[in-house]
């Protein structure tokens, strides 16, 4: 794990500690800097889970993490708009959305965590890849403030509408 947070590295050492945890990694720091570094060495990730703050991953920790092409990216994120900016990056370099969960964590409010599943790695070219994922952003929904965007894959011919959830006011 990285943050920039020492305590919260302290804290993930301690849990992985406490939980008998002995084959992760934790360091204080930049996340993009860290992703960077590590593209430009051997090393390989299995799973990248990530979890940006609400301006988004920047485009050099994207670009990272798919050279170090990880065989699953999970994506939390608290900003819808700026993870589907995101997401279209991912899939315009060959990975491929598989689900979107919406989590309201902070029932009565206007904000939600929402988490997007990569399985696999990128996809093959020829059967998946930006061709078959469009992003659709529409103000038909509103939650609170936020417009909703919808995520379409082809693949499945149906559509994610991740925030179903219509605000009455």
């Known amino acids: 794990g990285v943050d920039n947070v020492a305590?919260?590295?302290?804290?993930?050492?301690?849990?992985?500690r406490h939980n008998g945890i002995d084959n992760a990694e934790f360091f204080t720091g930049d996340a993009g800097e860290f992703m960077v570094d590590m593209s430009a060495s051997d090393r390989s990730l299995d799973v990248v889970l990530m979890d940006p703050p609400r301006s988004g991953a920047s485009e050099a920790f994207l670009r990272a993490t798919c050279t170090l092409l990880p065989r699953r990216i999970v994506y939390v994120s608290c900003n819808p708009t700026t993870q589907v900016r995101?997401?279209?990056?991912?899939?315009?370099?060959?990975?491929?959305?598989?689900?979107?969960?919406?989590?309201?964590?902070f029932p009565h409010t206007n904000h939600i965590e929402s988490i997007a599943l990569f399985p696999a790695g990128p996809a093959d070219t020829a059967s998946a890849g930006p061709e078959r994922f469009t992003i659709h952003t529409t103000n038909q929904y509103f939650f609170g403030s936020h417009t909703t965007a919808i995520l379409t894959q082809g693949f499945h011919e149906a559509t994610l509408d991740y925030l179903t959830l219509c605000s009455s006011t």
């Open 7 to 16: 305590s919260a590295i302290n804290d993930a050492k301690n849990n992985a």
């Open 86 to 105: 995101d997401v279209e990056f991912l899939a315009e370099n060959g990975y491929s959305v598989c689900e979107i969960q919406a989590v309201d964590m």
